[in-house]
T-cell receptor, first 116, second 113 residues
Framework: AQSVAQPEDQVNVAEGNPLTVKCTYS??????LFWYVQYPNRGLQFLLK??????LVKGSYGFEAEFNKSQTSFHLKKPSALVSDSALYFC??????????????FGAGTQVVVTP | DAGVIQSPRHEVTEMGQEVTLRCKPI?????LFWYRQTMMRGLELLIY????????DSGMPEDRFSAKMPNASFSTLKIQPSEPRDSAVYFC???????????FGNGTRLTVT
């Protein structure tokens, strides 16, 4: 069974400081990995994904994520956080199933709070 | 691209009533997912379809919940009868196969009194 873990319920960071949101996964095969952001009263919005190749992927709004196969991790990073980055962040994996491409498995989410 | 469209945005109903949530996926997407989000349980997958066929409904809480996808451009999630514990935000999302990201609608906030 596949699973995604986001070990931190909340991450607090001062504006201008680097931001890291952690994600580890457990899934067989070579999954696709995703990060999403959710603002209040909105659906989840896609930020970036890892398919293959370079372990560092860049996405929207200055975010990037580093894939580490040996540690089965896919941590989200931003070099300099903004107050507007305050939101709920979700890590997700998708792996092929026996029938076809399978479901997206989401982590529990990490609330990011950026203070001025 | 209009994105995933859900209706209604808000639904308030009394316990015991039937509730129907609607979703129009992005045109051309062949996978459709229904999720439920609450503070206590986070984001839960209820059911997903590939090419209009239900693939995994193991997340549907009980027989009061049912979902259909009669064609590639429409899906419904029905709760009959509704209960206060069904109060949540219900999201519909769609995608293409493989590495394509999931696209979410803005959700339906359901309140059952």
């Amino acid at each position: 069974a596949q699973s995604v873990a986001q070990p931190e319920d909340q991450v607090n960071v001062a504006e201008g400081n680097p931001l890291t949101v952690k994600c580890t996964y457990s899934v067989s095969g070579n999954p696709y990995l995703f990060w999403y952001v959710q603002y209040p009263n909105r659906g989840l919005q896609f930020l970036l994904k890892y398919i293959t190749g370079d372990n560092l992927v860049k996405g929207s709004y200055g975010f990037e994520a580093e894939f580490n196969k040996s540690q089965t991790s896919f941590h989200l990073k931003k070099p300099s956080a903004l107050v507007s980055d305050s939101a709920l962040y979700f890590c997700a994996v998708r792996a092929p199933s026996t029938d076809s491409w399978g479901k997206f498995q989401f982590g529990a989410g990490t609330q990011v709070v950026v203070t001025p | 691209d209009a994105g995933v469209i859900q209706s209604p945005r808000h639904e308030v109903t009394e316990m015991g009533q039937e509730v129907t949530l609607r979703c129009k996926p992005i045109s051309g997407h062949n996978s459709l997912f229904w999720y439920r989000q609450t503070m206590m349980r986070g984001l839960e997958l209820l059911i997903y379809f590939n090419n209009n066929v239900p693939i995994d409904d193991s997340g549907m809480p009980e027989d009061r919940f049912s979902a259909k996808m009669p064609n590639a451009s429409f899906s419904t999630l029905k709760i009959q009868p509704s209960e206060p514990r069904d109060s949540a935000v219900y999201f519909c999302a769609s995608s293409l196969p493989g590495s394509s990201p999931l696209h979410f609608g803005n959700g339906t906030r359901l309140t059952v009194t």
